[in-house]
């Protein structure tokens, strides 16, 4: 590969089967875990901006936002009480990725997941009972350790579920079901905040229990992947059933064969580096290290989060009243859910490059555009009003800005590197993306409402750069992984200009075609 073009195996194989109503179905109930982060990612930022909530849990914050004590447009959220609500159970969700990694890894894919919606249901039973700050905190790191284990385990679910032909549609369905998940946070906020008696809230939060419940009931009669099977010892017998039930057809042997040897390669490099979890730092697997750093990394700093985290109280902010910036946010999450629906659907087509590029241009574009005019209005003092039709302008360039993230970053940032890792060291990996991107939307999560209260409309600014910067990594770093077997994913990185002086070359009569 050339210039950041992509290589493809000519040869690359294609088993048989057919997608079965019964993967369709362990995709849909795997990718509800991503339901549960994507409430969670929405309830938070609506709950922040309702009156009834913040006066008995932040009443600094309610004292500013009710204008009682004076502050600028961008400083009247700025409280780390009140962002660490938020950005704890991205905490959590950090600190537990080891155990969960070694839990997907001894004890199977399938076991994590439940594991995960069981203490994802006791932290939704906290924030709803919370009569002090002290459970609401509690209540948060416990959805962050559920959130923890679910992010660890799904994608590889969805990634060893799937044929390789539609891996990465499948694996876009945790994506859509994240973004589903907000959309559905928002419709609830801005629901509940019309009951009155000042209890809206508690049933915003107790309402993050329904996606858990549809993820414990569901995962209990589902399989394993036979990947997980296979590494974990089980039977010939059992796992070819499973791999028929799952492909629809008799004819499983040589895919079978073919991830019997990948196991053994594994449990051989395992053996070689006596099971250090450290491996992953070999010379071999730069490439996968690195993308598994700079995807995450990159993904948290396009701002995305920072829109879908805050959403109503940045709307409030630009000039919207309580209800409007709720459904503000609603518009928005609607934009989110149809345009993931967009990557569903060519994600196999076109490849992974292609929805890179354009959606990083798209949101370096928009979020220039938004920063420029935000400055044009408030300045440097924030102390202006904002006329209705400016307002609905800026949310007009938020919806374009939260489409080419949600056709691109969004589900691929879950997608490649849940795909690129050999199997021995599968679970590490997927457990450094997962630290990466929760470390990542901790931190965002923490300071971003200082930062706007610091650097005010250039923050929009900051995070054109970053945008830029990544759409640049992907145009000269990553090659498609559009169609390949997961167990053959080291070839893509044998024949790319940069990557393949670190991965040699197993096969130098292999016949390639550039894309």
């Known amino acids: 590969m050339a210039g950041g073009a992509a290589v493809v195996d000519s040869s690359s194989k294609v088993y048989p089967g057919r997608m079965t109503a019964f993967v369709i179905f362990a995709s849909l109930v795997a990718a509800c875990g991503g339901l549960m982060l994507g409430y969670d990612i929405g309830i938070s930022g609506g709950v922040t ?135 559905l946070a928002n419709l609830v906020n801005y629901a509940t905040n019309k009951i009155q008696g000042g209890w809206g809230w508690r049933l915003s939060l107790g309402l993050a229990a329904l996606p858990a419940a549809i993820v414990l009931l569901g995962s209990i009669s589902l399989p394993d992947t036979p990947n997980s099977m296979i590494e974990r010892g089980a039977s010939e017998e059992d796992v070819k059933k499973n791999l028929r039930r799952i492909r629809g057809t008799e004819d499983v042997h040589e895919e079978y064969q073919d991830l019997c040897d990948a196991c053994a390669n594994a449990s051989k490099a395992a053996n070689n580096n006596n099971n250090n979890k450290l491996a992953i730092f070999q010379r071999k697997y730069v490439p996968q290290m690195v993308m598994t750093f700079l995807i995450p990394f990159f993904q948290q700093l396009t701002g995305i989060n920072v829109i879908m985290f805050y959403a109503p109280v940045l709307f409030q902010t630009l000039g919207f009243g309580n209800d409007a910036s709720l459904m503000s946010a609603v518009i928005t999450g609607l934009v989110n859910v149809a345009a993931t629906g967009v990557a569903f659907l060519v994600v196999d087509r076109y490849g992974r490059r ?162």
């Open 354 to 515: 292609p929805l890179f590029l354009e959606g990083g241009l798209q949101m370096l574009l928009s979020q220039v555009i938004i920063g420029s005019l935000i400055w044009k209005v408030f300045g440097v003092a924030g102390m202006a009003s904002v006329s209705k039709g400016y307002a609905y302008g800026i949310v007009a360039l938020i919806c374009v800005y939260v489409a080419g993230f949600a056709w691109s970053w969004g589900p691929l940032g879950w997608l490649v590197p849940s795909e690129i890792f050999p199997l021995e060291i599968r679970s590490t990996g997927q457990g450094i993306n997962a630290t990466i991107n929760m470390l990542m939307t901790f931190v965002i999560g923490q300071v971003f409402l200082s930062l706007l209260c610091a650097t005010k409309f250039g923050l929009f600014f900051i995070f054109a750069f970053f945008v830029l910067s990544m759409t640049l990594f992907v145009a000269f770093f990553l090659p498609e992984t559009r169609g390949i077997p997961i167990e053959d994913m080291s070839k893509v990185w044998s024949q790319h200009w940069f990557w393949r002086r670190f991965v040699p070359c197993e096969d130098s009569t292999r016949r390639v075609e550039m894309v």
């Open 49 to 183: 901006a309702m009156s009834s909530f913040l006066q008995p849990f932040f009443p600094d914050v309610y004292r500013k936002e009710q204008g009682i004590v004076s502050s600028n447009q961008y400083c009247k959220f700025d409280s780390h009480k009140l962002t660490f609500f938020t950005s704890s159970l991205y905490l959590a969700a950090l600190l537990v990725q080891w155990p969960a990694s070694y839990s997907t890894s001894k004890h199977g894919r399938k076991f994590s997941i439940i594991i995960g919606a069981v203490i994802f249901l006791l932290g939704a039973a906290f924030n709803a009972a919370a009569i002090h700050v002290a459970m609401l905190y509690i209540g948060r790191l416990l959805l962050g350790l559920g959130v923890g284990f679910v992010i660890q385990a799904a994608p590889l679910y969805l990634s060893e579920m799937a044929p390789s032909k539609s891996r990465g549609s499948l694996n876009t369905i945790f994506q859509l079901m994240i973004t589903i998940g907000i959309l």
